[in-house]
Structure formats: structure tokens, C-alpha cells
């Protein structure tokens, strides 16, 4: 088991590139989520405690974590909390380290322009539903039946009929 955690806060420094020993990418930050409250007596807005995570952002969304996230940015993340303790020669401490699942700019201060990453072009085999003459943009062939093409009434593009398991005329 472990805890799921879900974050609102800065990055206090540039993002750290490592990498695991079998070469998979890692974006390492830290993020500070503080607290700010509304003091009544003053009537304005006082900032309270502020705690800090070690966050370590594996693979492909580390890669694009490096390329999107800078310094001062405020992020959404949710992830996996993991507090441990540590020592060294002159002193003791505990640090909550967080590895991340999602992450993304807070939209609430600003604007952020999203890029999908292309996927890479994989073969594609002949399957039984192609070898029949349906296509693959025929989404409601049966595989192993027969297509039938109606013409349009202006003599355009021929498209398939759709086909039911039944051998009707309509999907349903």
C-alpha cells in the first residue's frame, strides 16, 4: 500500500535531469506548498506555514516534466508520499519525498500551451477484418463479412454499408 498525495505549490529551483541505472529519465524538484490565511484583524491575506517535497518525476513524463516546468511555477501534482528519516554526521531530519503519476501547470496563475508528443509509427499487420475488403475506418463491420457500397446520390466517394452480426442492414 501506499499513500496517494495530491499537491498545489512552487518549484523553489531549476529542475535536476537524472537518470535510473537502467537509463530511464528523471526530473528531480523540489515544491513548496505553503498555506496563506485570511487575518480578520488586519483584513488581508498572511502566509502561514509552508512545508517542502522532494519530487521525482520518472520516464516519459519526466522527459516532458524537463521540457514544460521551470523555477517559480506553480504546479498540480498527485503521487505516491513516502516520509523517511535521515542522518548525517551533524544533524537528523525527516523529508517527505513524493514520485509522481500526474503533474501539471495550476491554471488559476496563468496560461500553459500543451503539445502532444507523436507516437511512434508502429507496423501494422493485415488482419482477418481488412483481408475481406472492410477498412479500417469501418468501425461497424463484422469481421469476416462482406461490405456492400452504396452510391451517393451526387456521385461522390462510395461509402461501406454497415453490416450487423445478423446480416441486417444497420449495426443495431
Known amino acids: 500500500m501506499s499513500d496517494h498525495i495530491t499537491l498545489v505549490g512552487n518549484i523553489t529551483g531549476e529542475l535536476d535531469q537524472r537518470a535510473t541505472r ?3 529519465t528523471i526530473a ?3 515544491l513548496a506548498v505553503g498555506e496563506r490565511k485570511l487575518d480578520r484583524e488586519r483584513g488581508e491575506w ?3 506555514h509552508t512545508n517542502f ?3 521525482s518525476v520518472f520516464g516519459d513524463l519526466g522527459a516532458h516534466a524537463l521540457t514544460s516546468l521551470r523555477k517559480g511555477q506553480r504546479v498540480i501534482l498527485t503521487g505516491r508520499l513516502r516520509v523517511r528519516e535521515w542522518e548525517n554526521e551533524t544533524k537528523r531530519g525527516v523529508s ?3 514520485v509522481v503519476d500526474a503533474i501539471g501547470h495550476d491554471l488559476r496563475w496563468g496560461t500553459s500551451q500543451f503539445t502532444r508528443t507523436p507516437r511512434p509509427q508502429a507496423a501494422v ?3 482477418a477484418h481488412t483481408a ?4 479500417d475506418a469501418d468501425g461497424w463491420a463484422v469481421p469476416g463479412a462482406e461490405v456492400e457500397s452504396t452510391p451517393s446520390d451526387a456521385g461522390e ?3 461501406p454499408a454497415l453490416v450487423s452480426a445478423e446480416g441486417g442492414a444497420g449495426p443495431f
Not at 475481406?132 to 477498412?135: D, F, I, L, Y
Open 28 to 30: 528531480a524538484f523540489r
Open 132 to 135: 475481406t475488403g472492410a477498412t
Open 157 to 159: 466517394s462510395r461509402q
Open 22 to 24: 537502467g537509463g530511464e
Open 46 to 48: 498572511v502566509d502561514g
Open 96 to 98: 517527505a519525498d513524493v
Open 125 to 127: 499487420e493485415p488482419s
Open 53 to 55: 517535497y522532494n519530487v
